[in-house]
């Protein structure tokens, strides 16, 4: 069983950062990939970056390459995104989840946090 908590969600303007973290509990926190994902009002849950459970290897959504950076720290039990050069269209809820593989699958992740608000303004 993990749990996940976000944190580190707020207002920036756009070109601004933001750094959300997610900490888990649990003792088998380094065994799961972690997933990035957001939501945005009326719009589906997408994956926007997701980090294997040694860290090595990491996916980004191509509409955040080179602006968003996903890094955990196994010995904290927390990920971390770092969110660079924001735009208005990366307001949405930001969730941070858990699972087998690193992958955009939404399906494929077992745990989940509820969730923290970013809000980019223009």
């Known amino acids: 069983q993990v749990q996940l908590v976000e944190s580190g969600g707020g207002l920036v303007q756009a070109g601004g950062s933001l750094r959300l973290s997610c900490a888990a509990s649990?003792?088998?926190?380094?065994?799961?990939?972690m997933g990035w994902f957001r939501q945005a009002p009326g719009k589906d849950r997408e994956c926007v970056a997701a980090?294997?459970?040694?860290?090595?290897?990491?996916n980004y959504a191509n509409s955040v390459k080179g602006r968003l950076t996903v890094s955990r720290d196994n010995a904290k039990n927390t990920v971390y995104l770092q969110m660079n050069s924001m735009k208005p269209e990366d307001t949405a809820a930001y969730y941070c989840?858990?699972?087998?593989?690193?992958?955009?699958?939404?399906?494929?992740?077992?745990?989940w946090g509820q969730g923290t608000q970013v809000t980019v303004s223009s």
């Open positions: 989840a858990a699972g087998p593989t690193t992958t955009y699958d939404r399906p494929t992740y077992t745990y």
């Open positions: 980090i294997s459970w040694s860290g090595r290897n990491t």
């Open positions: 649990g003792r088998t926190f380094s065994s799961y990939a």
